[in-house]
């Protein structure tokens, strides 16, 4: 029985996706709910499973393709024998005998005797038009690669250039050759990165963004940090970083600056007593801001725990896509990049963000000498038409001393 494979339902703002990758080529024997392809939305990617064991007969949408939720992108024929795939060591010969592929049945590279051809190769084949028949397989078992399909793509550029395509070029003077690669490759943006591009232009194009900048001597959070590091870490099973401290100083600076924690909806003001901080998290597809929600309610060793979770599981691609929702406040840490200064631009709806920047020694002034302390530059951008300048500041100000002080922040004061 043939199994249609369809796009999931990803959330009901979401409506189409990019298949990003073919993890299965056709062929291939699955077992149910095993991964068939990776998929990309405007907010994540994600995995799409397989419904039913059995072996993948057709793929109807190829990797870097765009669909709708609903469509069938796959089959599966759940009465495949396991016995029935031709050995791996097939000759080819064997491969030459089989029958021609049907339907939208991915068709064999020609020049490979049935080869498969890798994911990225098919996405690289799809943007430059080279059949895939003129490229020949240099993988195991003569499977087509991307560099494979970069040669050719080479080639065919310098038999254009030569005349090789259209009869003989006219002579022209000897020139000096340029020195290096100039190639160039396209490749289509994906959801996910479309959709930060269209909310940053849309923050930049209808907020009053304004950034105000301040400097944190982070000694005593170091400090903290290395007396009990060993038990907070034998107590959560995780280590104590800065961000908790962060995020729990975020939230006293909110009580104290409510505007912060509020957006604009249309001609109203809506504010918030209640704190979801999102934490900017860099994913191989882009920046995702998954969410603490009532982060007031969380203790350090939870904060921790969750930040750690959203963090691998970014890099897994399995964070929910509820996870990524909403928000009233954002924390972006580029210093973890080396970052040393830079102006965060608000995620929309929101009114602010605040961005974390590189730790270094610098020399500073205490008490009259100069002293060398760990320092580290914080900004916050702010919608001005709901946050005024001496409220932004004031807020700032707060974090400083928050972390400056930490035990402010367990005596809530």
């Known amino acids: 029985m043939a199994i249609e494979v369809r796009i999931p339902e990803l959330g009901e703002s979401i409506s189409e996706v990019q298949v990003a990758e073919w993890r299965r080529q056709v062929g291939d024997l699955v077992d149910v709910d095993e991964p068939l392809a990776e998929i990309d939305s405007d907010k994540a990617t994600v995995e799409l499973p397989a419904p039913a064991a059995g072996r993948l007969t057709e793929i109807r949408v190829q990797a870097g393709q765009y669909c709708k939720v609903g469509d069938v992108v796959a ?117 996910i990165r479309r959709r930060i591009a269209e909310r940053l232009v849309a923050a930049q194009r209808t907020a009053a963004l304004l950034t105000t900048f301040n400097e944190i001597d982070m000694s005593a959070i170091k400090a903290m940090r290395e007396r009990h590091q060993d038990a907070f870490q034998a107590r959560y099973g995780v280590k104590l970083g800065f961000m908790s401290f962060f995020t729990k100083a975020v939230i006293e600076a909110l009580r104290l600056v409510p505007q912060l924690n509020s957006e604009i909806r249309g001609q109203d003001i809506v504010e918030r007593d209640f704190y979801d901080i999102g934490i900017a998290i860099g994913s191989g597809k882009g920046l995702v801001v998954p969410v603490l929600r009532n982060a007031e309610t969380l203790g350090f060793g939870e904060i921790e725990r969750r930040i750690a979770d959203f963090a691998t599981r970014a890099q897994a691609k399995k964070l929910d896509l509820a996870e990524l929702e909403g928000g009233t406040f954002t924390i972006s840490n580029g210093g973890v990049y080396g970052s040393l200064l830079s102006t965060p631009i608000v995620n929309p709806p929101q009114s602010g963000v605040l961005g974390l920047h590189v730790i270094q020694d610098r020399p500073v002034v205490r008490d009259g000498a100069v002293v060398v302390r760990p320092m580290m530059y914080v900004a916050l951008t702010y919608d001005h038409r709901v946050v005024d300048g001496r409220e932004g500041v004031a807020f700032l100000k707060h974090i400083k001393e928050c972390i400056e002080a930490p035990e402010r922040m367990m005596l809530e004061i």
Request: charged residues 20%; aromatic residues 0%; positive net charge.
């Open 75 to 191: 089959v599966i024929d759940e009465h495949a024998a396991k016995d029935a795939s031709p050995p791996a060591n097939a000759s080819p010969a064997a491969a030459k005998d089989a029958p021609p592929p049907t339907g939208n049945q991915a068709p064999p590279v020609a020049k490979t005797a049935g080869a498969p051809i890798m994911p990225a190769a098919q996405r690289l084949l799809a943007q430059s038009g080279l059949p895939a028949d003129r490229v020949p397989g240099t993988g195991p078992g003569g499977r087509v690669l991307k560099e494979d399909v970069e040669r050719a793509v080479a080639a065919k550029a310098r038999d254009a250039a030569t005349g090789a395509a259209g009869g003989p070029a006219e002579p022209a003077p000897a020139a000096r050759p340029l020195a290096g690669a100039r190639e160039e490759r396209t490749r289509p943006m994906s959801p």
